[in-house]
Each structure stands twice: as C-alpha cells, then as structure tokens.
C-alpha cells in the first residue's frame, strides 16, 4: 500500500507541482514528512536526469562534502585567507 501511495504521489507532483493538493490527497497530516518526501523525489528526479559520467561525479562529491565542510571550518577558525584556500584544498589531495 505503501509503494501505491507513493507511486502516485509521485506522479501527482510530476503533473501538477501544486503541494497542497499531493498534501491533501496522500494525507499527510505531518508536513515535514511530505517535505521531506518531496526532497528525496526531487534528488532522485534530478539525478536520474544525468549523464553517467555526471551521476558519478555528484557522487563522488557527496561523499567528501562532510569532510570539505570541516576543513572550512577549520581554515575559518584559523582565519586563512580564502584566496588560499584552493591550494590547500589542492594539496591536501581534495581537488
């Protein structure tokens, strides 16, 4: 029942893009959890939408992305200048 609901779900969004009504419609009382929905519908969407070759580079930027993030906060709290930043990125194998 699940996949049904989601399945059209899915294709009410596709056609109609109108929140309120998928909201409604699929009784979703919690508004998050249709939020939530819709941002994993639009990813998925999206990605399938690429190229191989694009597909594979997202990913492999999703999975640095966490680690990117702490070395800015890093580079931040030592207060590198952001002209650097690049060739540190660079040399720390980033890039």
């Known amino acids: 029942m699940a996949s049904l609901r989601t399945s059209r779900a899915t294709q009410l969004w596709l056609e109609t893009s109108d929140v309120e009504l998928l909201r409604v419609r699929g009784r979703w009382s919690n508004a998050r959890s ?3 929905y819709l941002q994993e519908l639009g990813t998925v969407t999206f990605l399938s939408r690429l ?3 694009s597909r594979s ?3 492999d930027l999703a999975a640095i992305s966490a680690a990117v993030l702490e ?3 890093v580079l931040l709290a030592q207060e590198v200048p952001m002209q650097s930043w690049f060739e540190h990125f660079r040399s720390a194998g980033f890039v």
Request: a negative charge; zero cysteines; aromatic letters at 0%.
């Open 34 to 36: 249709l939020e939530s």
């Open 51 to 53: 190229s191989a070759d």
């Open 57 to 59: 580079r997202v990913q």
């Open 71 to 73: 070395e800015v906060q």
